[in-house]
């Protein structure tokens, strides 16, 4: 079993920057793949990032890329999401993933046992 609570979210000005944390207890934190989703109203949950237990490898879905920076600090058992450069399309709930089943397809929600309570960030125009 594997707790996840999120925070950091919160209402930016476009073009302003906030960093999202994931606290993780239950489980080997170094151990887990970990990941962040986020859900806009009325749309599905949609991949953001992801990142391998050494933090070696990570993956971000096309429109973050360059903008958005996925990192872990094992000693922490935490997982942080620092997003640039925001937009207003930017605006959801970002919630923090781990459990994931392995294979390829890091970037479904279905993947993943374990969610945290999201944490809303808004992007003002």
């Known amino acids: 079993q594997v707790q996840l609570v999120e925070s950091g979210g919160g209402l930016v000005q476009t073009g302003g920057s906030l960093r999202l944390s994931c606290a993780a207890s239950g489980q080997t934190f170094s151990s887990l793949t970990m990941a962040w989703f986020r859900q806009a109203p009325g749309k599905e949950r949609e991949f953001v990032a992801a990142i391998n237990w050494s933090g070696v490898n990570t993956i971000y879905a096309d429109s973050v890329k360059g903008r958005f920076t996925i990192s872990r600090d094992n000693a922490k058992n935490t997982v942080y999401l620092q997003m640039n450069s925001l937009k207003p399309e930017n605006t959801a709930i970002y919630y923090c993933?781990?459990?994931?089943?392995?294979?390829?397809?890091?970037?479904?929600?279905?993947?993943?046992?374990?969610w945290g309570q999201g944490t809303q960030v808004t992007v003002s125009s």
């Open positions: 993933a781990s459990g994931f089943a392995g294979g390829s397809n890091y970037d479904k929600p279905t993947m993943y046992k374990y």
